[in-house]
């Protein structure tokens, strides 16, 4: 059985990879918009992947006994002045998520869930990967300059 603090804090974990799925959507909406379709089906494909992991938290909960439960999730962004702008802020994003997921691990280790101490570190792992590609496609995006910017938005439509 699951904590009643552990349990909600994984339910606040669920609306905020919620609101991640929102804010990437929103990007992927923007970049679309501004002619960036690479780069727009890279967004999706991350809005999807922040979806899933919601699914996956929800789904840990009820195996463990929990209620899942969407929080109010509040409006996402709406623009940004360019791919490099959304890029930053997507890395900016991903380092935040990062601290909400290790301050969810210190929870599960508060309360003695192994368990969920375990579960959770594949999330921590996979942050690890997430701020890398972020902080990846924003560098490649400041070394190609504006003419690099076609063929990085070729290869980020290859996700």
């Not at 699951?2 to 606040?12: P, R």
């Not at 938290?57 to 969407?70: D, E, M, Y």
């Not at 280790?109 to 101490?117: L, P, T, V």
Request: with cysteine; proline share 1%.
């Amino acid at each position: 059985m699951i904590t009643e603090k552990l349990q909600k804090a994984i339910n606040d974990q669920i609306t905020a990879e919620l609101w991640s799925s929102n804010l990437y959507l929103q990007m992927s909406y923007f970049l679309e918009k501004e002619g960036w379709t690479g780069a727009a089906h890279w967004m999706m494909k991350q809005s999807e992947e922040e979806r899933n992991h919601s699914n996956e938290l929800a789904q840990f909960l009820i195996k463990r006994g929990g209620a899942a439960k969407v929080g109010m999730i509040d409006v996402v962004p709406d623009g940004w002045g360019s791919m490099l702008e959304a890029f930053e802020h997507v890395y900016k994003h991903e380092c935040h998520v990062s601290e909400l997921i290790n301050d969810l691990v210190d929870v599960a280790s508060a309360e003695k869930d192994k368990a969920a101490q375990d579960f959770l570190w594949g999330f921590v792992r996979e942050q690890v990967e997430e701020e890398a590609t972020a902080s990846a496609i924003v560098e490649k995006i400041k070394k190609g300059g504006d003419a690099g910017l076609f063929y990085i938005d070729a290869q980020l439509a290859q996700r």
